[in-house]
């Protein structure tokens, strides 16, 4: 789990503003996928926050923020024809990776989602992200132009 005290806690309006450039360096070589600069990926943290704002967890190492999660507990799936639990972002920062931290902040959001399906959509290129999301029980479903659909269904 890496050196420092590492938790995972629920976010607030306060810790937005550490997200963009998160984000920015996360998608360093998968562009395509991220946002085209710090200003949109502004906003767009902004849009993800108001969406369910109960539904935003960050991983803390040492008080700093090392990865966060947005989730909402009230999206319409027109694949699964209802309500499904979505995760719309997952970000963990390149120096922390592989310690475990992503699969926590999933199964935090699942926690929060307490629904039977979550929903998610992943660029068809980021292998990595496909092979974490499999791993947590995830699995390919439709594909939507360069994003592909995953599922887990809670039994
Ligand atoms: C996807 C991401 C959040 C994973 O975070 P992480 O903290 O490194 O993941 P974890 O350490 O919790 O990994 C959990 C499991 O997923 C799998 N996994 C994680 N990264 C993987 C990789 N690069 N290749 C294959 N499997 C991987 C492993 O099986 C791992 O389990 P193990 O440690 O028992 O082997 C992180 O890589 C990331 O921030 N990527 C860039 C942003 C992104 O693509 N987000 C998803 C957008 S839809």
Redesign the pocket.
């Known amino acids: 789990m890496g050196e420092g005290h590492m938790r995972i806690r629920r976010g607030t309006r306060e810790d937005l503003r550490y997200l963009p450039k998160i984000l920015m360096e996360?998608?360093q070589g998968?562009e395509e996928?991220g946002e085209k600069d710090i200003e949109s990926a502004r906003k767009y943290i902004e849009e993800l926050y108001e969406e369910d704002p109960e539904c935003f967890f960050v991983a803390e190492n040492d008080g700093e923020i090392v990865?966060f999660i947005f989730c909402n507990r009230f999206w319409y799936s027109k694949f699964e024809h209802g309500k499904v639990g979505a995760?719309h972002?997952?970000?963990?920062?390149?120096a922390?990776?592989?310690?475990?931290?992503?699969?926590?902040?999933?199964e935090k959001a699942m926690e929060e989602l307490n629904s039977s399906k979550i929903e998610?959509?992943?660029?068809e290129k980021?292998?990595?992200?496909i092979?974490?999301?499999?791993?947590?029980g995830f699995k390919r479903k439709e594909k939507a132009g360069r994003w592909i659909r995953m599922l887990k269904v809670v039994r």
């Open positions: 996360a998608y998968m996928y990865g995760i972002e997952i970000v963990v920062v390149p922390h990776r592989h310690e475990g931290i992503g699969k926590m902040l999933i998610l959509w992943v660029g980021n292998e990595s992200a092979k974490f999301y499999e791993k947590l």
